[in-house]
């Protein structure tokens, strides 16, 4: 499918390619929709060696379901995304981010940066110096010494909640829990589940006995280089999916199969661009050796937002992602007939 084809399935309105030669910054801008205002997205770095139409493809298809998520929640965004190939090298961190944040600026005014678990305070403060189209979020996303401690909090809440909505809520510790992928993948994120007993490792589902086949959650680890055999999930037998990581595959398919067989579904792009949906004010307690967090206002509000968005959907048994598209082109309709 050519970049032209996928901006039109996505509805995007401008793909920016950025290059600056001698920091090693390459990264790849979408911007979806301005319908409502300007274009809010983070930065996700991924491997040097990343095909190029993968990353173009994975930033239009994720800020297309940020524009649905904002206009959801009624704020006053729409969509955006950078994907950013290959990270600085060693002594020209400032200039690849002001790189980065001189490409925004000349978006004028229409591309705002939010910081995310991506984003250290360092990288925040050179991106600072060239542009003020910057949305700044708490310590929560800002400190590295308290975000590890952080993610794994949200982790296992998000298993809590789960629980409560699907399993009576059980114990965790009893619930029998898969991680589709490879295990080098697995290794990544092991840390937010070292709290929880043995997990099952599987990429072929085939494989598992019948007795090994039968998982109360599974968790989604959805990279483009897992996309190949990603339909071999269905072969598992599971109740809830949660996603561990951002996805970098177009979902659709596989939710309108997750809908169809009643299996509730986290996806991983909202608990990790709406930062760790799952940590709340009152986990704060839970947080030694640093700063204790304080949530801003957007954080807050996006979080009480989706919490009733999870609450509807499971009352009505309708699939998230639908509720989530219906309510935002409704919106964007009505405010396209303001311009």
């Known amino acids: 499918m050519s970049m032209f084809a996928i901006m039109k399935q996505t509805g995007s309105e401008q793909l920016k390619f950025c290059v600056e030669k ?45 524009t649905n998520v904002y206009a959801f929640l009624g704020l006053h965004y729409g969509g955006a995304k950078i994907i950013a190939q290959g990270m600085p090298e060693k002594g020209y961190e400032e ?12 978006l004028n005014g229409r591309f705002i940066i939010k910081s995310s678990s991506y984003v250290n305070k360092s990288m925040l403060d050179y991106i600072k110096v060239e542009t003020q189209n910057l949305l700044g979020q708490s310590v929560i996303i800002n400190d590295e010494k308290i975000l590890p401690v952080i993610k ?13 909505k699907i399993f009576g809520n059980r114990e965790i510790t009893g619930l029998k829990i898969g991680f589709f992928g490879k ?27 019948v007795e090994e086949n ?49 299996i509730f579904y986290v996806p991983g792009y909202l608990v990790e661009n709406l930062e760790v949906y799952y940590f709340k004010r009152d986990h704060i307690s839970q947080i030694t050796g640093g700063e204790k967090p304080d949530f801003g206002p957007f954080e807050i509000f996006v979080r009480e937002k989706l919490a009733c968005l999870f609450d509807e959907s499971i009352k009505k048994k309708e699939k998230i992602t639908q509720t989530l598209n219906d309510f935002a082109a409704k919106r964007i309709e009505m405010l396209q007939l303001l311009k």
């Open 152 to 164: 794994k909090i949200a982790m296992i809440s998000t298993l809590r909640e789960v629980s409560t």
């Open 22 to 66: 001698n920091s090693n910054f390459k990264a790849i801008i979408a911007i979806n929709s301005t319908a409502l205002g300007p274009a809010l997205g983070d930065i996700t770095f991924v491997p040097d060696a990343s095909s190029y139409k993968e990353s173009a493809s994975c930033a239009c298809f994720l800020s297309q379901k940020l």
């Open 183 to 209: 295990p080098a993948d697995y290794a990544k994120i092991s840390w937010l589940l070292s709290d929880l007993p043995d997990i099952k490792v599987f990429s072929d589902p085939s494989v598992l006995s």
């Open 95 to 106: 200039v690849y981010f002001r790189s980065l944040a001189r490409h925004v600026n000349k």
């Open 214 to 262: 039968n998982f109360d959650i599974v968790l989604i680890y959805a990279t483009s280089t897992n996309a190949a055999g990603f339909m071999d999930l269905f072969k598992a037998n599971f109740k809830a999916a949660v996603g561990v990581c951002e996805e970098e595959i177009d979902m659709e398919v596989y939710e309108d199969v997750m809908n169809a067989k009643n």
